[in-house]
């Protein structure tokens, strides 16, 4: 049995933030404003979770007006998410996964990233892909006004 999930999320750019993206610090002018620690990579993989599971979003579980959430470490909410799907018999088979983030460069990181959300996953960092991209100058990412993220979990389930 499989089942597959989608996520999204997108945070705006803003003075006086960290940049933190698939738990990975990176230097940078801006960084990505949001309640927790903005992580946009690690939420849009939390929600992918939780869509495979169809068990909501990110918000119901983690609601942003909740100051537990405060400044936050993303990670956890991942976590959570693969708890879940534990609970109900289901391992993560691979995610892929794409970064939108017009500068810094993000290639440097990424071996850093897959090694974090392998270890929030439970899953060797080869079924872990992350890919980054720029905005090429239009739309908002590519204005440097946000950081945007997509990823795609499979999930599998043993003996059925
Ligand atoms: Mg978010």
Redesign the pocket.
């Known amino acids: 049995m499989h089942r597959i999930g989608i996520g999204t ?3 705006r750019l803003v003075a006086g933030r960290p940049l933190i993206i698939g738990g990975v610090r990176i230097e940078s002018e801006l960084g990505a404003d ?1 309640h ?1 620690d ?3 990579l690690l ?2 993989a939390t929600d992918a979770v939780l869509g495979a599971l169809a068990l909501g979003d ?1 918000g119901a579980h983690f609601p942003n007006d909740d100051d537990r959430w405060r400044n936050a470490e993303s990670s956890q909410f991942l976590r959570h998410a693969v708890d879940l799907a534990s609970q109900q018999g289901y391992a993560i088979e691979n995610l892929d996964s794409v970064i939108d983030l017009e500068r810094p460069k993000l290639r440097p990181h990424i071996e850093a990233m897959r090694n974090n959300l392998a270890e929030a996953l439970n899953v060797a960092t080869d079924r872990v892909s992350i890919k980054a991209k720029t905005g090429e100058s239009v739309d908002a990412v590519g204005e440097q006004r946000a950081v945007r993220a997509q990823v795609i979990v499979l999930l599998s389930r043993r003996g059925v």
């Open positions: 999320d997108i945070h949001g927790s903005a992580d946009v939420h849009a990110i």
